[in-house]
């Protein structure tokens, strides 16, 4: 697949006529809502020293650098009803129409069957109380727009692996594995329990990282869309997945040294941590599955969108220093980062 260039993206985002809605979000308001964040989900912390060898035509000298290490927001992660309707206003007038298009132009041809909109599905009779919600939702993953300024300051932060405004999975480019589970369904924790639940299975889950696809029985929409944004999530910080994506690239600064995070965990913060953004704007990050058997309203609560649109920033853990030599010798960390 062709990565887009980021700087053309901006472009066509600045320039498109944009018309929001109900449960909408701006690039402004992505831009406020995630500086809102910064200093509970950034952790900026001085972690230890990097030494660089430097030399001229007549000597070399041992230089050293501060090492730091933060989290960085690589990604607004949206999960929504509607084929093409991210809720992200910029991002559904440029990229709607053609994720649309491609996945009619995927599944057409294999079903009759309308795949125009997604939403709740209800399975079960009138007469049989015991039936289940099973709810389908497209997903995307889009290259934070903060990004555009990563390794701007290479003394105080860390270059991202994402690109500013390049969608790294759209669930609608990604039809036939999103919807089918093919080969999802053939992964061993896709059919045992208890494999990588987003949760403290037995106990409570919030259902199950796999099959990694638009599909979950979960009576709380909200936990139903966050599953999907960490099924995303669990995609794109990976190589090699059988489906339509954009892997990631490691960071190559010529100013930088950059320690990239690993992939995402479910319930490991040590791997990234989320910040709600819409329907409920949050100003702290925290992971998906927590223990709410105990609560009045439960995580949900107060976190439902009429319209069934949800985004997060996906803020993800980096060590970096700043070159100071042409050869990079070692280092050590006096911290554990994350810890």
Known sequence: MIRPCPMFLLLTLILSAVSARAGSISTAEIFRKTADATFACMQWTPVGLCFWLRCSYFECDVESSLKIGHYNPDFVVSSYNELGGNPWNEIRSVLGSAQKAAANGILGRLSAVSIDSAGNRTEGTAGNRDHKNLVFRETDVIGHPQQLFSGAFPQYLCASQADPFVPYFQSGLDAQSWRHAIPEIFYPASFIPGLRELGDWPLQTWGGVFPRTGWTTQAEEPKAAALNAQRAGDIVTRDRQPHVYLSLDDPSPR?????????????????????????????????????????????????????????????????????????????????????
């Open 255 to 339: 100013s930088q040294r950059v320690w990239s995070p690993g992939p995402l965990l479910e319930t490991d913060h040590r791997t990234g941590t989320w910040q709600m953004m819409l329907p409920k704007s949050e100003s702290e990050c925290a992971v998906f599955g927590i223990n709410d058997l105990a609560s009045d309203s439960g995580w949900g609560g107060g976190r439902v969108d009429k319209e069934g649109d949800y985004v997060w920033n996906l803020w993800r853990p980096y060590k970096c220093c700043q070159r100071k030599g042409q050869f990079f010798l070692f280092d050590f960390d006096w911290v554990d980062f994350p810890n």
